[in-house]
Every structure is written in structure tokens, then in C-alpha cells.
Nanobody
Framework: QVQLVESGGGLVQAGGSLRLSCAAS????????MGWFRQAPGKEREFVVI????????YYADSVKGRFTISRDNANNMVYLQMNSLKPEDTAVYYC???????????????????WGKGTLVTVSS
């Protein structure tokens, strides 16, 4: 019933930009914190950024701070990830996730999230 669908991934050169989108359905969007996570081949899924019920409440991983920006559009049940100054180490499958409580926000961890999209691949070439 709950669906999160990511889009916007692709192949870009180092230093380039991409914007990822996540369309949510089947949930009361305004009541969920929304996050982005990523998983590189052979690596564990890692936290990237989360945005709370209030669009002004955000928390970024140090690895992306200053380069990535999360935003949400509650009227249209959308969350976005603007990625600038991309590096080869940003290459990963990027996942949109939703937290119905507070665990995801407080933990900044995939284990705190309740719903997941299928992911979109971002490849950054050198």
C-alpha cells in the first residue's frame, strides 16, 4: 500500500549535478520524516540525509554536507535530493525512505526507517 518511487538517477561526470525525486503514496505524507540513503557495491547501506515533519528540520551526513540538499513538497507528496559537486565515491544506489515515528530522525540510520523505495542508480565517473 505504501509506495516510494525514486527517479532521476543516471551517469554523470565528477563535478556534475543530479536531482533525485521520490514520489510517495499510501501514507499521510505530512506525518513522516523522509530520508535518503545510499548503498555502494559491496558496502552497507548508509545514511545520507533526513528531513523532518517541518521542512526546515534537516540533518546531513558529513560526507555530503555542503554539496547535497534535501527538500520536500508536502502538497504533492514529493521529496527531492539535489546533488552538486558529485564525486566518484558518491556512486551508489540511492533509496528514498520514510519514518512514521521518530527513530529514523533520532538514529540517522536505515534501521530507524519504516518504508523503502526500490532505489535509483547514480554513477559518477572520474
Amino acid at each position: 500500500q505504501v509506495q516510494l518511487v525514486e527517479s532521476g538517477g543516471g551517469l554523470v561526470q565528477a563535478g556534475g549535478s543530479l536531482r533525485l525525486s521520490c514520489a510517495a503514496s499510501g501514507l499521510s505524507f505530512n506525518m513522516y520524516a523522509m530520508g535518503w540513503f545510499r548503498q555502494a557495491p559491496g558496502k552497507e547501506r548508509e545514511f545520507v540525509v533526513i528531513i523532518g515533519w517541518s521542512p526546515g528540520s534537516t540533518y546531513y551526513a558529513d560526507s555530503v554536507k555542503g554539496r547535497f540538499t534535501i527538500s520536500r513538497d508536502n502538497a504533492n507528496n514529493m521529496v527531492y535530493l539535489q546533488m552538486n559537486s558529485l564525486k566518484p565515491e558518491d556512486t551508489a544506489v540511492y533509496y528514498c525512505a520514510a519514518d512514521r515515528g521518530t527513530a529514523g530522525w533520532r538514529m540517522a540510520s536505515s534501521s530507524g526507517m519504516d518504508y523503502w523505495g526500490k532505489g535509483t542508480l547514480v554513477t559518477v565517473s572520474s
